[in-house]
């Protein structure tokens, strides 16, 4: 994947976890990190308020083109050490739009 420019380094707003309308044990769970969370857990937190904030700063940083083929990216992918910052203030620097094709390719789907 393409490294993150400087310029989006570093916190943008404060992230308090448990306000950000998921059940309190989802938010343990995806507070605890990969091998501790479920994929239901990842689809509900891609309802939260956060997720739609780092989204859409990862395609202001990157723009809506799959940085792998140049097509519409309409995902937006965590880098594999991406799933330890949830909810962090930096959550945005592991994240790249990807289009479907390249998404599901890059997970061997």
Do not use: N
């Not at 519409?72 to 930096?90: A, C, I, K, N």
């Not at 959550?91 to 289009?99: F, K």
Request: include cysteine.
């Amino acid at each position: 994947m393409t490294a993150l420019p400087e310029a989006t380094r570093g916190p943008s707003y404060p992230v308090d976890p448990f306000a950000q309308g998921l059940p309190r044990d989802v938010t343990l769970r995806l507070l605890a990190g990969p091998g501790r969370f479920t994929k239901a857990d990842l689809k509900l937190y891609r309802q939260s308020v956060h997720w739609e904030i780092v989204r859409g700063e990862a395609y202001a940083v990157w723009g809506r083109e799959c940085l792998l083929c140049g097509a519409p990216g309409s995902q937006v992918h965590h880098t594999p050490e991406g799933y330890r910052f949830l909810f962090r203030e930096d959550a945005r620097r592991h994240l790249r739009p990807l289009c479907s094709t390249c998404h599901r390719r890059h997970h061997g789907k």
